[in-house]
């Protein structure tokens, strides 16, 4: 979800759960954070209920602008970590590249407030339109996150980066193996009617993950090269105007690994759409999805994008 700024609705739970009510500012806490800040008057707060329920976020219109204050969630708060994004927000805000500005305090000039044991940010607030679902969207998010990559090659960490990613992940099987009870829980009925379909889908699934993991693995993923990458490319992380990406949202996934894990993630990503069908952009059957996955990991990063620009000087034939 938006962390900095976003123009779409929170929606709702899906039925069946029960989400945990959201934690808010006091405004006394607003009072105390804002005082680091040469913000001036502050005339209007309006709570913003976006993302993680344990990180409460308010627009604040002051005299020196409009902001996004944000209260970092219990276990994202980690000051290493938030040391890594922050680092990474300010070397691609050097680079032009179109995201939320974080703003620094009056005094230090820190990135980062701490009031009570908790981590505050402010960022400039950015208006914009959400993901529509078009192919000109689409494209320019894919076009966007060629030109993050290329910002954030620059990047070099003062820090031990976080690593690791959705290759490889521990624990899979049981994940997997929850998949019947949770449906089951989200929606009655879902999953008890046809017991044979949901054992037949998380073998299916077990299997497809494990032939693109070796895929993966025989195709040198563990020595391809490292840099900083969003970890987090999906539609709601992005503002539009015009079908073009006016701002990328939500660093707080950033780590050190191969892009094209922000590749494949991003495929994923815009592929998929909560009414529970797959968006096609072209229209291939299943079998030449699967077929089209595994032909395009070969023997390098670059080989397996085979959606790589054409006649670009920085990308290898």
Known sequence: ?????????????????????????????????????????????????????????????????????????????????????????????????????????????????????RLYELFEFVHGSTYQGTLEETAEAGRMLGRFHLAAAGFSPTRPPPKGSFHAVSGLGASLHQIPATLERVTPGAASERPVDMASLVRTLRQVYHEALRTVEEAGLPKWGRQAIHSDWHPGNMLFENGRVTSVLDFDSARWEPRLIDLANGALQFSITMGGEARSLSGPTTSTKRASSASAVATSPWKAAPWRCRNCKRCPA
Do not use: W
């Open 1 to 117: 979800m938006n962390d900095e700024a976003s123009a779409s609705s929170s929606g709702s739970a899906p039925r069946g759960r029960r989400r945990a009510p959201r934690d808010r500012f006091t405004p006394a806490e607003i009072e105390t954070v804002c005082q680091h800040y040469d913000l001036g008057p502050i005339y209007e707060v309006r709570e913003l209920p976006k993302g993680s329920h344990r990180s409460p976020k308010a627009v604040l219109l002051a005299d020196a602008g409009e902001y996004l204050l944000k209260r970092r969630a219990p276990g994202r708060d980690s000051p290493q970590r938030l040391a890594f994004v922050h680092d990474l927000q300010l070397h691609l805000q050097q680079q032009n590249f179109p995201m939320p500005a974080l703003v620094r305090t009056a005094r230090h000039k820190q990135t980062v407030v701490r009031h009570q044991d």
